[in-house]
């Protein structure tokens, strides 16, 4: 470190780690709340030092580099840890510590009277600290660090609650969902090594440029590296743990989903982006895969009935639209929709946190309705929030949703491999997405109480220490939008900020009126699945659901479009049949087969014993014995003969 401020966001992570090494060594020790108190002050500050090195960084075209020290000096490969911050990595610290230092302050209200209140924020400091070590890494083993650092995070907390079996069962769930991504991560590493000579992520983009235009090196490493982010950011085929991720707190679940670990497939594509841009064949793997995601996941969502559920599967979409903006050479405007939806996402999240804990537990949207009466404040950020997710114009998410909308529809990089066709399914997964956002926040916070006999007694506004960060969520949830409004009529901060790292490719701008014509069919899509909702669920108090409650399509939907149980019957099942076999092989052969050979051998050695006496005239008898029968065993054969 020097004397550039900018350099002194490297303490960041320390301190968070350091936060949760003194809560899960001395935390049991420490009179709640102080375990929280300590916690969330070292991600505030780790946000003030964030803050200060993003404001100090200036215009600069480099880099500032922090080397930490040698790790496994050899001949060739430099393995060095250290630090690389520049515009990308500054802006994905002040999304993790300044989202992050919100939900551990929400934290303190959720989780206060649990048994293991240590313990979560000792476990929630070092999911901080893991994240900021993968965005600030300058290598991708030292990001490989930080990718399976958060991956341990999200399982002790995910897991938390671990006396009720669903819990334990949903994190070992993401955990070896994600150990299939890590495995793309550690082959393109070893392809990475083996192309370029290092792994270093500024050598390995300075290197890649040098190759052909989509050679086949850069292609594979892509993949892999697409594999990975697939199993970290739930895209599809590794997007089933997620879902089943709401086991954990609820200001777990967002973390997770708006400031950590699901952006970490977003940020590892847009890292690459030298690479990728080489590559059209990956990029176009990378695009169609977010693209079938948003879609898949914005039907699902239209048919869950948990209140996280719901968000869960919409953060499965719009990560979608995330891996579609790099896919197509806008890696600004996927970093751009990353900070939105931290926003949006967190508020959303800790406002259903928020519900559940004024209903004492219940988390089914069937038995909630007229909420915004008995929680005026939670309702009205959770509008905000739903509002900005739908895509309403001059709200946060109208802004980056739109930018991914024009330039999958212009971009050259895909031009031949669909572009025009993914724009459709975008357009398509945005209408379903201001669809069952308005279902949810209707469900929850309008029309007639359902609420149980229970619930009714126990159904309270949150306390402030909750309701300031959605109050903060939801200022921000309308602000960051501005700051990446349309470049061809208005200032745009964002794109020239985030350029020297991460240049968009393969874009040829439009028309002025077609970019207008663009823009009013994002408004209109979000108008229809609003409208549609608002008809549905308010007017007509769902009655035209329930005639449809039966049918394929609905059932397909509830049923998370039938990939768990696709994964039951071809990985599970054949799993647990191989396992119960093997132990009948180790039950039944090995150990009953090897007691009897014990026990045949035991009476072999005693049999032996009888006859080890240790006395010579013993042996001398039996000696006698023995030439006796032999010799008339010789004689009766010459009588025969």
Not at 40 to 57: D, E, I, N, P, R
Not at 181 to 191: E, K, Q, S, V, Y
Not at 404 to 412: G, N, P, Q, Y
């Amino acid at each position: 470190m020097t004397g550039d401020p900018v350099s002194w966001a490297a303490l960041a992570p320390l301190l968070a780690l350091f936060g949760a090494l003194v809560n899960g060594m001395f935390g049991r020790r420490l009179r709640e709340p102080w375990p929280g108190y300590l916690a969330s002050g070292v991600v505030v500050l780790g946000f003030v030092l964030s803050l200060l090195a993003f404001a100090t960084f200036g215009q600069r075209e480099v880099g500032v580099s922090v080397r930490l020290w040698e790790f496994l000096p050899v001949a060739g490969l430099d393995l060095a840890v250290g630090f690389h911050l520049d515009q990308l990595s500054l802006l994905m610290m002040l999304i993790v510590t300044g989202v992050g230092a919100l939900i551990h302050v929400y934290s303190l209200g959720y989780m206060h009277g649990d048994g293991g209140y240590a313990r979560y924020f000792a476990a929630l400091n070092l999911f901080i600290a893991a994240m900021l070590v993968l965005v600030m890494a300058d290598s991708y083993l030292l990001m490989f660090v930080g990718w399976e650092g958060v991956g341990v995070c999200s399982f002790l907390l995910i897991g938390f609650w671990y006396r009720q079996q669903r819990n334990p069962d949903a994190a070992r769930k993401a955990f070896i969902v994600n150990r299939i991504g890590d495995t793309g991560f550690l082959l393109a590493m070893f392809l990475m090594y083996r192309t370029f000579g290092t792994l270093t992520i500024a050598d390995v983009n300075a290197a890649a440029t040098a190759f052909a235009f989509g050679a086949g090196a850069l292609t594979s490493i892509g993949v892999l590296l697409m594999l990975a982010a697939a199993g970290k950011s739930a895209q599809l085929p590794l997007h089933v743990w997620l879902p089943d991720a709401m086991a954990g707190p609820t200001p777990v679940s967002a973390l997770i989903h708006a400031a950590t670990m699901v952006t970490a497939g977003v940020y590892l594509i847009a890292r690459s982006a030298p690479l990728f841009a080489q590559s059209p064949d990956a990029s176009a793997v990378v695009a169609w895969v977010g693209g079938l995601t948003a879609l898949l996941a914005a039907l699902v969502a239209l048919a869950q009935t948990d209140i996280k559920r719901i968000l869960a599967y919409s953060t499965i979409s719009q990560l979608g639209f995330m891996f579609v903006a790099v896919g197509v050479g806008a890696y600004w405007v996927g970093i751009f929709h990353v900070l939105t939806h931290a926003c949006f996402k967190g508020l959303l999240f800790l406002t259903s946190g928020s519900v559940i804990h004024g209903l004492g537990g219940e988390q089914d949207v069937r038995r909630m309705g007229g909420l915004r009466r008995f929680m005026p404040l939670t309702a009205l950020t959770a509008l905000v929030g739903t509002l900005a997710i739908a895509g309403v114009p001059l709200l946060a998410g109208f802004f980056s949703k739109d930018a991914i909308l024009l330039h999958t529809f212009a971009s050259t990089l895909l031009a031949d491999h669909g572009a025009g066709v993914l724009y459709g399914v975008l357009l398509l997964s945005a209408t379903l997405t201001a669809a069952y956002m308005g279902r949810w926040y209707l469900l929850v916070f309008e029309g007639e109480p359902r609420l149980s006999v229970e619930a009714r007694g126990k159904v309270h506004e949150s306390p402030r220490v909750m309701t300031v960060p959605l109050l903060v969520l939801a200022a921000a949830s309308v602000l960051t939008g501005y700051l990446g409004l349309p470049a061809f009529a208005f200032p745009n901060w964002i794109a020239p900020w985030l350029e020297p790292a991460t240049a968009t490719v393969g874009f040829a701008y439009p028309p002025l009126w077609a970019e207008w014509l663009l823009i009013g069919a994002a408004v209109l899509a979000t108008v229809i699945g609003l409208a549609l909702a608002w008809w549905v669920y308010l007017v007509q108090r769902g009655v035209p659901v329930a005639r449809l409650a039966s049918g394929r399509l609905a059932t397909f939907a509830r049923s998370g479009a039938g990939f768990d149980a696709l994964y039951q019957q071809a990985v599970v099942g054949p799993a647990e049949g191989t396992s119960v076999a093997l132990a009948v092989l180790d039950r039944d052969v090995l150990d009953r087969g090897l007691a009897a050979s014990v026990t045949t051998t035991g009476v072999l050695a005693r049999g032996v014993m009888l006859l080890q006496t240790g006395l010579v005239r013993n042996y001398a008898l039996a000696m006698l014995v023995g030439a006796v029968v032999l010799l008339f065993v010789v004689v009766l054969a010459g009588v025969r003969a």
